[in-house]
């Protein structure tokens, strides 16, 4: 196989726009600088800080430079955040478009590699690539669509009692260490296709938080392949507000409540049928 040197990758990448989002809520100035500072160092033509938070004291984020756009907003949500930059981007003509937390890192090359990848496979609608914890352990961001109980198990079952029902839908049996396409991803990192955004939708906004990366990359994972590329990585210092935020917790329950009031709670077809496939697809590959 011919494999292109980065210096090859980045020229070619140089000839489309990629454009990036961050949706920050009162984060603190060295977080989002941090991020920024990777996100300028890849070939981003404009990154968008969406600044939800209730004053804008982050405004001056918007002088680093003039590939920064920043726009203080008043606070629909993460997708609805999101969703502010990417249809400015869609105006702008972007081939490429990468959502980031604001609490994840990457070294250089990255998104280059992740580009690269969707540049030679026409049908990816989605990317992300490895991810890690600060401490080395890895993240288990690749899952089947989950069913209400998958997710009751996971928030208020000992892992004692979860483990096998998790070692299938977070795909743990796969090793994670090869290229899959997986139907619900994490929503730390997200790079899609423009084309295919504009296809099937961008972010539901009747989500204010968290179901938000399930329900867009199970739209994506219907029409396109959603991959995760395991041959770069990233460092998520994932938080989980939610376990240790009694108000957190209520926005989780709610919005789940909504993601299940449209797909199905126990009757959802599509879920059924993507599930098995995605299962059938990689027990293949593992050997069963």
Not at 19 to 33: C, G, L, N, P, Q
Not at 169 to 191: A, D, E, H, K, W
Request: hydrophobic share 40%; net charge positive; proline share 3%.
């Amino acid at each position: 196989l011919h494999v292109r040197s980065r210096r090859q990758r980045q020229m070619c990448i140089r000839d489309r726009m990629i454009t990036a989002s961050i949706v920050s809520y009162h984060h603190k100035m060295d977080e989002i600088r941090k991020v920024m500072d990777c996100v300028l160092a890849s070939p981003v033509d404009k990154l968008f800080i969406i600044d939800n938070s209730s004053n804008d004291r982050l405004r001056e984020l918007g002088e680093i430079s003039e590939r920064v756009r920043y726009i203080h907003s008043v606070n629909r949500g993460y997708g609805a955040g999101h969703n502010i930059a990417i249809r400015e981007s869609m105006d702008l003509g972007a081939v490429y478009h990468v959502v980031v937390n604001p609490d994840i890192y990457f070294a250089d090359g990255v998104l280059e590699e992740l580009i690269s990848y969707m540049d030679e496979h026409k049908d990816v609608g989605q990317i992300m690539p490895k991810v890690y914890y600060p401490n080395g352990d890895l993240q288990y961001i690749c899952k089947l669509i989950p069913t209400p109980l998958d997710l009751i198990f996971k928030r208020f079952f000992p892992s004692s009692i979860t483990e096998r029902r998790m070692y299938k839908f977070q795909l743990r049996f796969t090793g994670y260490n090869r290229i899959m396409n997986v139907p619900y991803l994490s929503g730390c990192f997200m790079l899609f296709r423009m084309s295919a955004l504009q296809d099937i939708g961008l972010f539901d906004e009747r989500f204010f938080m968290y179901p938000e990366d399930i329900d867009i990359t199970r739209r994506m994972h219907e029409k396109y392949k959603t991959i995760f590329f395991p041959k770069v990585s990233i460092i998520h210092a994932h938080a989980a507000a939610s376990k240790v935020n009694i108000r957190m917790l209520k926005v989780h329950i709610l919005n789940m409540v909504r993601y299940f009031n449209k797909w199905g709670w126990i009757l959802d077809s599509k879920r059924r049928k993507l599930n098995k496939q995605v299962l059938r697809e990689l027990q293949s590959i593992n050997g069963g």
